[in-house]
C-alpha cells in the first residue's frame, strides 16, 4: 500500500468509524450470531494474494459488524465503561503512524517523557500527593500499564521482593524460597477477579477478607488477618484496597488500613479502577482520605476518562522498588543513563516492548480540558442519579445500595428469581445490556452510565424498557405508574 492508498484507506475507515458512532441508538447493544459464526465465514487460510482495501471494509460491514457488542452505545449498561471518545481514537492513529517502541529513553525520548508528563498532569488533576509525582523532589512517578490487572500483579511481585529483600538483610542465613512460601496477599471477598488472579500468577497465597454489610474492607479486619497469619509464623507482605467494587462501586476506608499496613511493612495497593476518574472532580475526593499511606495507586483512563483501551495509569512512591525488581540488563539496553526523572519505563513493567500510549492520554487531557474532563464525569453521575429517581418512582422495585458514581444497583421488591428473569428476558431481547452482582446475599442488577453520548432521553428509553419487562413478568399485579419526569430529583447538570 502507497501513502495515496493510506490516504483513501485511512479516510474510509474514519467515515466508517463516524457514521457509526452517529448512528450507533439504531442498532441493538448486543449482537444477534451464534457462537462460531465468524468461523463460518471467513476462509481458514490468509489469502495467498494480496486483496483490495475496499473488498476488506465490504467484509469489515458484513461480518465483522454483525458480531460486536456496542460497548459505546448509550443502551450500553454493563460492566464499567470502555473509554472511547475521537480525541483518544486520533491520539492512538498518530502512535500507531510512528510506530515506535519506547522502552528505553533512546528507543524515542518524547515517548518516555510525554508519558512523564502526562502522568504528572494527570496525577495532579487528581488531588494525588506529591510523592506520587516525577515532578516531586523524591523517587515517585507514574507510568502507563496496559491494564489494571497488570498493574496488580506487578505491584504484588514488587511487594515480595522488596519484603524478601528487608527480611534477607535482617538475616542472610534464611533462604529465599522459603520466605517466599510464608508471604500473604490480602484483598476483600468483594474485589475484582483480577486482584485474586495476581495471587495466582504470583504465586502468593491471597486472603480474600469479609466486607463489611456496606461492601467496605475495614482496617480491623486487615489488622486482624495479620495478626492471625503471623500467629502461624506467615509473613503479611501486600494488599489490595479498592476504590470503587465492581459489584457496587464500594470504597474501602484507606484511612484505616492504610495505618494498619505501613505499621507492619506491608504493601498497600489501591485499585481504583474505575471510580479512581471521579477524583479529577474534587468533591470525590474524600473517598480517597489516607491515600498518603499507599505504595501504589491505579485506575484505568480507558474505563471512565475517555481514553481508549489500554492505558491504565499507575503511580508509585518509590519508582526504585520497580527498578530493583525488575531490572535485567543487556549490553544493548545500556544505552543511556537515565534515572528515575527520565525513568528506563522498561524496569517499570512485565513486557520489554511498550507502545506510545501517552499521546492518546495527552491529547485527550488537551483537547477536553480539565474543565471538560470533569463535565463528563458530573454528568454521568447526575444521569445515574436521574436514573436512581426514576427507579424510585416505581413501588414494584428498590434501588439498593445507594447509587455510587455512574452505578445504580436495583432489584423487583417480589425476589431474586423474579429480579433474574428481567435481567435475562431484557438481555435476551438486546435492545439494553446490564449484568447482575450480588448485595447483601441479594441478586442486583447493575445499570452503568457507559457511553459519552448518553442523554437524559436515553436513560429514559433504558428505564422505559425495563419497566415494559416488569410489566409483562407481573400481568396480574397493578402496575404502579411512573412518576412524571418533570417531578424527578433535580438535574441541573444534566446536558
Ligand atoms: C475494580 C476493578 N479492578 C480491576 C478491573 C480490571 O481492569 P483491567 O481490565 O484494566 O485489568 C476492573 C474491571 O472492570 C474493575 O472493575
Redesign the pocket.
Known amino acids: 500500500m502507497d501513502s495515496k492508498e493510506f490516504r483513501e484507506f485511512g479516510k474510509a475507515a474514519i467515515d466508517l468509524i463516524a457514521d457509526y458512532m452517529d448512528n450507533i441508538r439504531e442498532r441493538d447493544v448486543l449482537p444477534s450470531v451464534e457462537p462460531g459464526y465468524l468461523l463460518k465465514m471467513l476462509p481458514e487460510n490468509a489469502p495467498e494474494q494480496p486483496e483490495e482495501w475496499k473488498d476488506l471494509i465490504q467484509d469489515f460491514n458484513h461480518a465483522i459488524m454483525p458480531g460486536i457488542t456496542h460497548w459505546s452505545s448509550p443502551r450500553f449498561h454493563a460492566?464499567?465503561p470502555a473509554g472511547h471518545s475521537y480525541e483518544s481514537i486520533v491520539g492512538n492513529i498518530l502512535s500507531d503512524g510512528l510506530g515506535v517502541i519506547g522502552f528505553s529513553w533512546i528507543s524515542s525520548p518524547a515517548c518516555t517523557e510525554l508519558e512523564v508528563v502526562s502522568m504528572n498532569w494527570l496525577g495532579k488533576l487528581l488531588g494525588l500527593p506529591e510523592e506520587f509525582l516525577n515532578c516531586s523532589d523524591g523517587p515517585g512517578g507514574g507510568v502507563i500499564q496496559?491494564?489494571?490487572?497488570?498493574?496488580?500483579h506487578l505491584t504484588l511481585l514488587v511487594a515480595r521482593d522488596k519484603t524478601i529483600r528487608r527480611l534477607l538483610a535482617a538475616d542472610p542465613a534464611q533462604s529465599e524460597g522459603e520466605l517466599a512460601a510464608r508471604l500473604v496477599a490480602y484483598t476483600s471477598d468483594q474485589?475484582?477477579?483480577?486482584?485474586e488472579k495476581a495471587g495466582l500468577l504470583g504465586n502468593m497465597k491471597m486472603r480474600l477478607l469479609k466486607a463489611d454489610s456496606n461492601g467496605r474492607l475495614r482496617g480491623e479486619t486487615v489488622k486482624q488477618a495479620f495478626d492471625e497469619d503471623i500467629a502461624q509464623g506467615l509473613i503479611p507482605c501486600y494488599v489490595v484496597a479498592?476504590l470503587?467494587?465492581?459489584g457496587i462501586c464500594a470504597f474501602d476506608p484507606l484511612y484505616e488500613i492504610g495505618p494498619v499496613c505501613n505499621e507492619a511493612n506491608v504493601w498497600l495497593h489501591v485499585?481504583?479502577?474505575?471510580?479512581g476518574a471521579a477524583f479529577i472532580c474534587p468533591e470525590y475526593r474524600h473517598l480517597m482520605k489516607g491515600v498518603e499511606y499507599v505504595d501504589s495507586f491505579d485506575f484505568?483512563p480507558?474505563?471512565w476518562l475517555l481514553v481508549n483501551?489500554?492505558c491504565?495509569a499507575m503511580w508509585v512512591k518509590r519508582g526504585y522498588d520497580l527498578v530493583n525488581a525488575f531490572n535485567v540488563q543487556r549490553i544493548y539496553l545500556t544505552d543511556t543513563d537515565t534515572n528515575v526523572k527520565v525513568p528506563d519505563y522498561r524496569h517499570w513493567q512485565m513486557p520489554l516492548g511498550r507502545r506510545f500510549r501517552a499521546l492518546k492520554l495527552w491529547t485527550v487531557m488537551r483537547l477536553y480540558g480539565a474543565e471538560g474532563l470533569r463535565k463528563y464525569i458530573r454528568n454521568h453521575i447526575s444521569l445515574a442519579l436521574h436514573f436512581a429517581n426514576l427507579v424510585r418512582s416505581d413501588d414494584r422495585f428498590l434501588v439498593e445500595p445507594e447509587p455510587s458514581m455512574g452505578l445504580v444497583c436495583f432489584r423487583l421488591r417480589d425476589g431474586d428469581s423474579t429480579t433474574k428473569l428481567l435481567l435475562d428476558n431484557l438481555t435476551a431481547k438486546k435492545k439494553l445490556y446490564m449484568v447482575a452482582a450480588t448485595y447483601q446475599s441479594r441478586f442486583i442488577i447493575r445499570f452503568v452510565v457507559c457511553s459519552r453520548l448518553t442523554t437524559k432521553e436515553d436513560i429514559e428509553y433504558s428505564w422505559n424498557k425495563i419497566k415494559e419487562e416488569a410489566d409483562l413478568l407481573r400481568p396480574n399485579k397493578i402496575r404502579i405508574p411512573a412518576i412524571n419526569p418533570i417531578q424527578v430529583h433535580s438535574c441541573e447538570k444534566l446536558k
Open positions: 460492566y464499567f496496559c491494564t489494571a490487572s497488570d498493574s496488580t474485589c475484582n477477579s483480577s486482584v479498592n470503587g467494587t465492581t485499585d481504583a479502577a474505575y471510580a484505568n480507558h474505563k483501551f489500554d491504565s
